[in-house]
């Protein structure tokens, strides 16, 4: 099946792509990918990413407030934590009609989508820096957040905030974590990926990448339970969820490798390096292959990938390429973003401190 999809991969990929036309009285007139502000807002304090639940975008910042901005980003509502001790660095998961989010001081609260009340909170001995993941198993729904500071899971009955488990302690872990069907995996400052189950908590496996091969970015599950994720000695990591067995490892930097994979174009994964190397690749059997690769000339910083088109933070620019890794277009943003997300009506959403930008992306 992995075979497949590669072929399919190369069929489009070294095709190339055609260009695009628009018809027009008199002849044809090729068409041109712009990026374009579109919306703006701007607070006192460092914003996280936003999460979308229908026609809101609600986030939070440094100072402990919560915020919901509508479809026109004017404020919605916005609650300010009553401790004003509450520091948040990570965006939120929706849940429902809830949105979940963890402070840097281990509490997580579950806000209503509609007007921003508490439903629910509970507090950890634990320091979240990234958003939460939800799920369910079962018949429950499910809340799963890893401290950054010992690698241990902390999961809660998503309705009512009740904690089912904590898993035991393995590192370090500033990266993410993921979920994927009733496991949940990620990689730390121990060299090694780590599994656990998402409905107990108990440790399924702990895989070794090497010595030097520390992850602190967050994994990126693949097609068929492929689990893709950098290290620090420049390596892309690729582990079998299904085997929990690592399958191959590939140098695609000689820095470290920390930017979050994404799936791109025709399942196939897209990730960057500190020297502005902008990479497409694909696991074909047990190697992993590079079928392109270009240099964006500053470090790559984040990724997302919607509608064909492969958005690339970099340098301070927003830069959009397609499947042959042309560039299509380039914005300036700002000096410092921090995270790009992409809503469903095709928005870009770009987080730069205490901004957040909002970018139409379109032929024209």
């Known amino acids: 099946?992995?075979?497949?999809?590669?072929?399919?991969?190369?069929?489009?990929?070294?095709?190339g792509c055609r260009d695009r036309f628009s018809g027009e009285a008199g002849g044809e007139t090729a068409e041109v990918f712009e990026l374009k502000v579109v919306r703006r807002f701007s607070a006192q304090s460092e914003l996280t990413l936003p999460v979308e639940s229908g026609d809101l975008l609600i986030f939070a910042d440094m100072n402990g407030s919560v915020s919901a901005l509508g479809a026109d980003w004017k404020p919605r509502w916005n609650i300010k934590i009553a401790d004003g001790k509450r520091r948040f660095t990570?965006?939120?998961?929706?849940?429902?009609?809830?949105?979940?989010?963890?402070?840097?001081?281990?509490?997580?609260?579950?806000?209503?989508?509609?007007?921003?009340?508490?439903?629910?909170?509970?507090?950890?001995?634990?320091?979240?820096?990234?958003?939460?993941?939800?799920?369910s198993v079962g018949d429950r729904a499910m809340l799963w957040l890893l401290s950054a500071s010992d690698g241990v899971i902390h999961a809660f009955d998503a309705t009512d905030g009740e904690l089912l488990f904590?898993?035991?302690?393995?590192?370090?872990?500033?990266?993410g974590a993921v979920v994927w069907k009733n496991v949940i995996a990620y990689g730390n400052c121990d060299g090694a990926a780590h599994f656990f189950n998402a409905a107990d908590g108990s440790r399924l496996a702990s895989v070794a990448v090497g010595d030097?091969?520390?992850?602190?970015?967050?994994?990126?599950?693949?097609?068929?339970?492929?689990?893709?994720?950098?290290?620090?000695?420049?390596?892309?990591?690729?582990?079998d969820l299904q085997r929990m067995k690592?399958?191959?490892?590939?140098?695609?930097?000689?820095?470290?490798?920390?930017?979050?994979?994404?799936?791109?174009?025709?399942?196939?994964?897209?990730?960057?390096?500190?020297?502005?190397d902008?990479?497409?690749?694909?696991?074909?059997?047990?190697?992993?292959?590079?079928?392109?690769?270009v240099n964006t000339e500053a470090p790559v910083e984040r990724l997302a990938f919607h509608d064909d088109i492969l958005y690339v933070l970099s340098g301070g620019?927003?830069?959009?390429?397609?499947?042959?890794?042309?560039?299509?277009?380039?914005?300036?943003?700002?000096?410092?973003?921090?995270?790009?997300?992409?809503?469903?009506?095709?928005?870009?959403?770009?987080?730069?401190?205490?901004?957040?930008?909002?970018?139409?992306?379109?032929?024209?």
């Not at 970015?217 to 420049?234: A, C, D, H, N």
């Open 212 to 239: 030097t091969d520390q992850m602190a970015g967050t994994p990126l599950v693949g097609e068929e339970g492929m689990l893709f994720i950098g290290t620090r000695s420049g390596k892309l990591a690729v582990i």
């Open 278 to 293: 902008l990479l497409l690749c694909s696991l074909v059997g047990s190697t992993l292959e590079i079928l392109r690769r």
């Open 90 to 135: 990570a965006g939120g998961a929706l849940a429902g009609d809830m949105v979940c989010l963890a402070s840097l001081e281990g509490t997580v609260y579950a806000f209503d989508t509609l007007y921003g009340s508490v439903i629910w909170r509970s507090d950890r001995d634990a320091v979240f820096e990234h958003r939460p993941l939800y799920g």
């Open 166 to 175: 904590e898993s035991e302690p393995t590192n370090r872990s500033d990266g």
């Open 317 to 364: 620019d927003l830069v959009a390429y397609n499947r042959d890794l042309e560039k299509l277009a380039l914005l300036n943003v700002a000096d410092r973003t921090g995270g790009v997300m992409v809503t469903s009506q095709g928005l870009i959403v770009i987080r730069a401190s205490n901004t957040l930008i909002g970018i139409e992306g379109g032929w024209r």
């Open 246 to 276: 690592l399958i191959t490892t590939l140098e695609i930097s000689q820095a470290e490798a920390f930017v979050e994979p994404v799936k791109a174009f025709d399942g196939c994964v897209a990730m960057g390096t500190d020297e502005g």
């Open 1 to 15: 099946m992995r075979a497949l999809v590669v072929i399919i991969c190369g069929i489009f990929f070294f095709s």
